[in-house]
């Protein structure tokens, strides 16, 4: 089963983009979601990003992430309705406390935009190979060796982070402690003390990491150090219209 941002090796047409194109267009579709502000413009974003996964067949991936970010969302929406009190009332949750259409539009328009920009970004980095990424960022971009090693680095260790607070979470249960309680609070109080041994695991891969590029002569790369150079095809130019079209057109409706 695949971690959470993992690269899922496929033959779709996304797969075969320069990173550099996938990562312009997830760059462009979150910029629509900042600069528009209609809600059905950010929902008509949304739809796009899933239909990103589906033509990279990874749409079951893409609606896991999504529910996720719902669950998420709810959340935030709350907080939004509760603090935002400038508007008309729409309904009152009890006597001198109302839900207005200011704290609606604004918890509507935060929701809808975390997750149209998150998507994308998700989305097309499970379609790109993290060794890729780095090398178009330097050769293309001409971002030094360092700098896009440690981004890639960091994408890298997120599912790996990931899968080793579920085992600390799988090894706590196996003890005894209930997460699966609904009470947020209680929750995030059992959480709390995992991040500990979460933090040691982290120093230690993190230092063999770190030895391990050592190893491989990591001071000594450069932008001619790249091996493989992902070549910019007619695919990749057509995509860099289409999102400067998705931009100008978030900009404009």
């Known amino acids: 089963m695949k ?7 496929g033959s779709s047409l996304l797969h ?5 194109s996938k990562f312009v267009i997830s760059i462009a579709v979150c910029a629509a979601c900042f600069i528009s502000s209609s809600l059905i413009t950010l929902c008509a974003l949304i739809a796009a990003d899933l239909l990103l996964a589906a033509l990279g067949h990874i749409l079951p991936f893409a609606l896991r992430l999504l529910r996720g970010l719902i669950s998420f969302s709810v959340f935030l929406f709350v907080l939004q309705v509760l603090f935002i009190r400038t508007g008309s009332p729409v309904f009152y949750l009890f006597p001198g406390f109302p839900v207005t259409t200011d704290g609606l539009m604004t918890a509507a328009r935060l929701v809808l935009r975390l997750t149209g920009s998150m998507l994308p970004l998700a989305v097309m980095i499970s379609l790109t190979r993290l060794n890729d990424l780095s090398g178009v960022l330097t050769w293309y971009l001409h971002v030094p060796y360092k700098y896009a090693f440690m981004l890639t680095t960091a994408i890298r260790f997120i599912p790996v982070f990931a899968s080793e607070m579920e085992y600390i979470m799988e090894a706590q249960t196996s003890r005894g402690i209930e997460f699966d309680t609904k009470n947020v609070f209680k929750k995030i109080k059992l ?7 979460l933090l040691i695991t982290s120093v230690g891969k993190s230092d063999t990491t770190a030895v391990s590029a050592e190893l491989r002569g990591f001071e000594r790369r450069t932008r001619s150090s790249m091996s493989v150079v992902c070549p910019v095809k ?3 130019i ?5 999102s400067a079209v998705l931009v100008a057109a978030a900009a404009i409706l």
């Open 3 to 9: 971690a959470f941002l993992d690269y899922i090796p």
């Open 16 to 20: 075969r983009l320069n990173p550099l």
């Open 191 to 197: 959480i709390m003390p995992l991040c500990i041994p």
């Open 234 to 236: 007619a695919g990749d």
């Open 238 to 242: 057509a995509a860099l219209i289409l």
